[in-house]
């Protein structure tokens, strides 16, 4: 069949620059392998407009967070299905320090995200106090990418396979992969970028994640509980908690010492009793400048990259995927200071 785009990877960058392609008329055809520990179906899809230990305003937030809001429900219409979790975050303190810390690093920039007056909920551990983050959030990522997965079958626009790449080749002003043609072929392949023998050489760092399914009455669905780790409610008394995070790390096979460091965290998030029920890891597709990556390659013709969404996929792959569509059919140029060149 014939395409205007192959697109292989269908993890949130791949998901949602189909879709703003799909929405500018494209026919595209998505790849994807269904790899289990790719990040967007381990993730937890919280996006916050503050966060790192010194809680600073995210980079780009006042861009992005509009982006993510309208895009994300523009897509639970398209799709049916309810995927985002509008909430604030319940922001618990470690100790007198970080409490005094945060209040005297509030200012201007971030006061109108922070509620100060807030009590915290019992299961949360909150000796020390709690505030919480207002214009947050999480998406159900394991959701959207399923529901967009059946969206894209129905289109006839989805192949599950492990890109070949030894089939892919350029003749006459076309991409020829198996019995399919395309004008361009974008790669969305998240930490498994290492294996792509075009674009290999541009570094996406692997950052391991755990993640613990967990069964506990002590939190509810009303709000994200934080300190250090997260937990968001999936169903019932079922709740996502992570997260760990280690550098340069591919190896998905779950650990004693990542369980070990989760459950150290859980323990200090929730005040209650809880019974762990799954343990899995993912790879974050990070780069060094934490600025995604969008580019195209050097001398291949109408070949492209889309990666490095990092540890904040959610809240940058709606505004990034429009500007990656718009990149691809018009050639307009990206801002250095806003994507990670190294092109
Ligand atoms: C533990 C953990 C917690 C996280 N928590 C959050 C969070 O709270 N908030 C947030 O915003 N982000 C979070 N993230 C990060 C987020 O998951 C990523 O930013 C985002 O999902 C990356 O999306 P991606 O599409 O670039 O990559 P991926 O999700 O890795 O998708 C790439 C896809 O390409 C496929 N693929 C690769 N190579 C091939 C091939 N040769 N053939 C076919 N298919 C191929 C893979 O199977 C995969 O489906 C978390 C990540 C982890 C691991």
């Not at 703003?20 to 055809?29: A, E, P, S, T």
């Not at 790899?35 to 966060?51: D, L």
């Not at 030894?166 to 003749?171: A, G, I, K, N, P």
């Not at 998905?252 to 859980?266: F, M, N, R, V």
Request: proline letters at 3%; charged letters at 20%; a neutral charge.
């Amino acid at each position: 069949m014939n395409y205007q785009q192959i697109i292989v990877g269908q993890g949130l960058a791949g998901s949602l620059l189909a879709h703003q392609l799909i929405k500018l008329n494209q026919q595209v055809l998505v790849i994807d392998n269904g790899n289990v520990h790719s990040s967007s179906r381990i993730a937890a899809g919280m996006f916050t407009p503050i966060s790192g230990k010194r809680m600073v305003k995210s980079w780009m937030v006042d861009t992005l967070y509009p982006e993510v809001i309208a895009t994300y429900k523009e897509l639970e219409n398209l799709l049916d299905v309810q995927f985002l979790n509008d909430m604030n975050i319940q922001m618990s303190f470690a100790s007198i320090k970080e409490q005094n810390d945060f209040y005297s690093a509030l200012n201007d920039k971030i006061n109108k995200y922070v509620i100060t007056e807030t009590t915290p909920h019992q299961g949360l551990n909150a000796p020390f106090g709690a505030v919480e983050i207002t214009h947050s959030g999480w998406l159900n990522t394991l959701l959207f990418t399923e529901a967009f997965k059946k969206y894209l079958i129905n289109l006839n626009s989805f192949l599950q396979e492990q890109f070949d790449f030894s089939t892919l080749t350029y003749q006459n002003h076309k991409w020829h992969y198996k019995n399919h043609t395309a004008n361009s072929v974008v790669f969305c392949q998240g930490y498994q970028n290492k294996n792509n023998p075009y674009f290999k050489h541009i570094p996406v760092i692997d950052n391991k994640g755990d993640v613990f399914k967990i069964k506990t009455t002590a939190l509810n669905n009303q709000k994200i509980y934080k300190r250090g780790a997260y937990a968001v409610n999936l169903f019932d008394d079922v709740f996502k908690v992570g997260a760990t995070y280690k550098w340069d790390n591919d190896d998905t096979t779950p650990t004693p010492q990542g369980y070990a460091e989760l459950k150290d965290k859980t323990d200090v998030l929730i005040d209650g009793s809880y019974e762990v029920l799954e343990h899995v890891v993912g790879i974050r597709p990070t780069t060094k400048d934490r600025r995604p990556i969008l580019g195209k390659h050097e001398q291949e013709q109408n070949m492209y990259l889309y990666n490095g969404l990092g540890s904040k996929g959610v809240l940058i792959a709606p505004y990034f995927s429009k500007i990656m569509a718009d990149f691809i059919l018009n050639n307009t140029v990206i801002d250095n200071e806003i994507s990670t060149n190294r092109f």
